[in-house]
């Protein structure tokens, strides 16, 4: 197995170019990503019957091995797997061991971790995780035994730190931060600074998820840890429900923070951040169990919101590990989305599925165990969080140092090798192959292999006899081998982060695209709307105003042309009609004065016709006297007769001047009567005229009142439009703010892209001396191959000699065998010699004995001795011939 992965490392390290390319690197790189991958781990714990259970039954068992648990639900009985199962007398030091302990030291090492209680309310989430309060500061007795998971995490981690501040010293520094926060009501709300309300998740390709302005402190001993936890308890959101007396009401996170900066030789400097979020799930009820209401009720409806995005989170999440295209909506609700790392992201999970033992509570203890199965099957990439500068140039530097100690020790081989007799060489030649063949990665070895294990076995002696060299060139080769590893798997990991970062950079790039398409839509919208609408509609306004605007100055014009026609008419007609009555009144006056004057006249005619009778009667002129009268002219004339009366030659001749002059006045005044008819008529004809130009004047006050509500109705549409023109200038000048921000954001966006881009142009360069430095150790790797190829063809020759010398010693062989087999079959003959000697003494044996028979007879002395002296005898004729002819 570890060969074969050898293999495939060495020939992807060696010969990228083989492997199809870029492409298929990254084909590559998503499998082993995938395979990186890990699930969410999840375990189950049961805790103790609480009062209200103490009799009711018992509905869980848990299954053989500590992974199985059975849920006996009326009769049916429902298993479910997890990852460990915790039973009612569970202790908290078990569950820290198994489940937080190995988080914590993947945080130590550099990766995210989560650990998260989820389970109905009043099930033991808050004791899993936090203990009761009275036991996290506790420093002896039994209630220390209580200390949940958070308290025991503290202390563990400042033990860990302290014990790598002895082993490395100053060259390691921690910085330890603490904060936490609740999720209530779909609120975020900081427990360190409670004021800090409302606060807001962001996200970010370097921090990845994080909450803005939440209050983060420094803490140097666990004792710190407390204090900041006592604190965010205080302020954390806990009422009593029927289910729980002190009943969490609210997501708790509570989150580590563990920068860790090491100083390594040549001034290289690494930097790990990772966090630990700690998680205290609001508990999952039904209302009607938990006998909420009110505010508390409000409360659940939220936790149950929550709670159910993160059932359809984990849901699409298993989708999506079980290879469909799911879109996940973490930021569905808050908690979701700050959780987004940890389920299905950059970090290692753990979740405690806490649950009642009483079958007071199946459904909910079902529904429970249902969640924590979907949960099992996310699956996460958690990755380590370093950053370190100069890495390259400490590559540079090792690959340097590398390949000093590969000459060195290529130049002692070859002095040692120059300098030993030939079958030592010939034995280095199968110390060399023996290296080849262990280091495993040289495929054209593979035809010579079983014949190498047997020479190898047989030679064994030629290998252990010069250890020294082999396990330096072992080292060697393993050191190059061991380098080339490395080198693949820096170089693994650079593709997998520059394939992140092109990723990234894809996903930012889509991003883009769609806010570039966004804002191209809205451009074109704008510049549609600008150019239909808007253009339109300004056009519109502004024609609307122009025409509104000049209607109305024309109309104004008009209007007031008319009205100062209008006026000039109704001046001039006032004038001529004052005028006319001027005219009127001074002539009526003077009609009245002519009138008068000609009654006087007529009066005074009458009064001389009178005076003349009287005169005629002599009584005149007294009588004539005592007329009255104002007229000068009777003045006048009264005058002339009181003169008259003086002298009566003058009184005769000045009678017919008046005479002459009451003619003259006489036609005056009939010249004035017709004038004053005339007048008259005029005047009837000015009424007239007056009547028709108050008629054509109320007609054009009318035309006037029409053409005002016309212009007010126009102003006012102006005034619309005006309102309508402003209005869309503050749409457009909205979405020329929103268009600023969306530049601003494309122009961020377009900066993260080239920040992004350099950084993947970097990778690219770094990859680029990577491939150099691969290709380097590879060419070394090369010569070195074909240094033992070389070795390898002279040990060839050498067996060749060596089985040729063989050969001829078994044909020898060969010939010996064959006078052994001659011998052998000489020997055969002689043993049926042997035999049949054999055959003679047993005949000589019965015969002896009959004989001896005859002798006991005759008294003759025993022959056996004879016999057996016969015997041997013969027996060493056929050896001596046996050993003559060996
Ligand atoms: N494993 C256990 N051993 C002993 N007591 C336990 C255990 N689990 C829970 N309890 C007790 O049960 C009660 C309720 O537990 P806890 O407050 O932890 O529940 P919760 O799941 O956090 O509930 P909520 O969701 O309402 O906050 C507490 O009094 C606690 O001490």
Redesign the pocket.
Known sequence: MVASTTETEVSQTTKPEENGGDKDIYAQLEEIAASTSECVRVVI????L?EREQNTLPCLEVGDGGRNIVVNDQGNAKKFTFDSIFP?D?KQEDVFRNVAKPIIDSCLAGYNGTIF?Y??????????MQG?EESIQAQSGDIRQLRGIMPRVFEYIFDSIQKEREEKGSAVDYVVKCAYLQVYNETITDLLTPSQHNLNIREDTLKGVYVEDLTEEVVKHPEDCYRVLRKGVANRT?SA?S???????SHGVFTVIIERKEEKPDNLVSKRVSRLNLV????S?RQKLAKTSGQTLKEASNINRSLSVLGYVIMALVDASNGKERHINYRDSKLTFLLKDSLGGNAKTCMVA?VSPSDLNLGETISTLKFAQRAKYIRNKAYVNEETTGSLVQLQAEVRRLQDFVRQLLAERENSVTCKPANEQERNSNELVQLMKESESDTNLDEDKSYVDERSSRDSSFIHSNVEDTEELSKLLACAEQREREIADEKRYIEALLMESQNENKKRKANFELLETAWKNLAEKISAMEDNELVDSLNFSNTCEQDTQSSSDSILEQEEAVTRRLCETVYKLTDLLQTTQNDNKHMKAQLEEKETLLNNLQTETKMKDIHKEQNNNKEGNNSFLAIHGDSPVLNRLRKKIADSQESSGFQKKELVDESQLDYRELAQVEFLKERLAELLQIEAKQGENMQKLNAEKATLEKSVEKLKAEVNFLTEELQAEKENAQLLREQFSERERNTEHFKDDAAQMEEKIQHLQSKVRSLQTYRVQLQRLVDQQSEEIKSLRLRAQNAWDELIHARQDFESQERLRSDRLEKLFAELAKHQRQDAGRNDQKAAAYAIKEQMKQNLQTMNNVKDVKNMPPLEPLMNKALEFLLKQASGAKIASS
Do not use: C, H, W, Y
Not at 45 to 48: D, H, L, Q, Y
Not at 119 to 128: M, N, V
Not at 243 to 249: G, K, T, V, W
Not at 280 to 283: E, Q, V
């Open positions: 714990r049961i805790r103790p609480n009612i569970g209680a389970g109905q309310t009043g099930s033991g989430k808050t004791f899993t009761p806990v429900t289910m729980n007396q002190e009943s969490s009401r205290d799930l609001a508990g009820e806490t």
